[in-house]
């Protein structure tokens, strides 16, 4: 199995930490997305004792909440120790409600309206990460208006390629996000944020990319952050106390993607290199922020469908159809992302049926996995998708006016309903 906390019960059965999924797909109906929270404590865990072990006091690991975002997630982080990245109003709104402290809160997006400026501004959320020069003027402007000053942070594009699809790389030097530092745009903009009034310049981010397996891209955009860091303290005397490397460490979707990355060994390594850079520029050696979104939640997430129909077309293809698809989760439409899937109710019986998977949507491309080699099925049977715990949920919805599927955590073999199932009423409510 891709991940120890899979297995096979006496059944023949699914388990996830224990738990029949089959039994969940009975209780709760499918689609139907099932967590383990275990996995994601433990996740979380490994983040913030790794960063108390290797990097300063005031480094602090914030949880990406786009990978996945609900109220209950919100508790498990604060218990925790973590800070959250939010990239949305919306977030901000599920993270408050959940009694998360806004002073945790890290506000990020590279068009952010001036109401959500106002709105974290009101809510006191604790950084704002800032995009591009037109933002940087409005939110001195509005934390003026109301006599605040914002700590923020820049946000700047290294020129890392870290090799991964080009859908999910976000550090080159033509990436629509933040600010370039090799047109001389970054250092321009940094000295005009140390001379506004109304925010308080706390540092630099950056964030190369997604699905990473290995320290080097993290090590060559810290260096290209610290020699940046070396040349504005050259430049204005500025000496910044944080630096925040983003997301991206990847995870195990099928058995030919890497190993699984040793998150210690990697931070560790990193620290190193930080240390050692600093004191060969002559520059404080900066507390340091991370954003893991999908190493966080991504494996301890299984998705579960039940199958309608197994059409054959012989000399051609077979499809095994359920009963959701790109609107529980778009990853394959959007740029072919892979994943494993299993017969859940047949678990112990060989996969010898090669199929496409394919979902209930008015669309072609509503394909979940090409190539899959399955357990022959038939109606009825539940099919369960591993690793769906990071930009599944986040990125359902209801194309064809299908409901979002129910979340359920299970833990120390209980289980516990995070988010229902959206009703018919839910999908007519905004309607006028
Ligand atoms: C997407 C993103 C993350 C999280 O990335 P993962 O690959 O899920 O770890 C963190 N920070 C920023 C700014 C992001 O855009």
Redesign the pocket.
Known sequence: MLYNHLSINEQGHLALAGVDTVEMAEKYGTPLYLLDEMQIRTKCWTYVQSMRKHFPVGSTALY?G??LCFKQMYPILKQLGMGA?V?STGEIHTALEAGFPASMLVF?GNAKTDDDLRYALDKRVGWI?VDNPEELERLNELAGEKRACQKIML?LTPGIDPHTFEA?S?GKVDSK?GLVIETGQALEVTGRALEMKNVELMGF?C?VG??IFDSKPFLDAAGVMLSFMAEAKQKYGYNAQVLNL????GVRYVESDPEEIDIDKVLSELSNYITNQCWRMKIFSPAIFL?????IVADAGVTMYTVQSVKQIPGYKDYVIVDGGMTDNPRYALYGAKYTAIVANKADRPADFPCTLAGRCCESGDVIGENIALTRPERGDKVAVLTTG??NYSMASNYNRFGRPAVVMVCQGEDRLVVRRETLEDLTRCDV
Do not use: L, M, N, W
């Open positions: 990406a786009k990978a990245d990239v990020h990460v946000r999910v976000t996000f981010h964030h997604s699905q983003g997301g991206g460490i954003e893991p979104g999908r190493s990071a930009y």
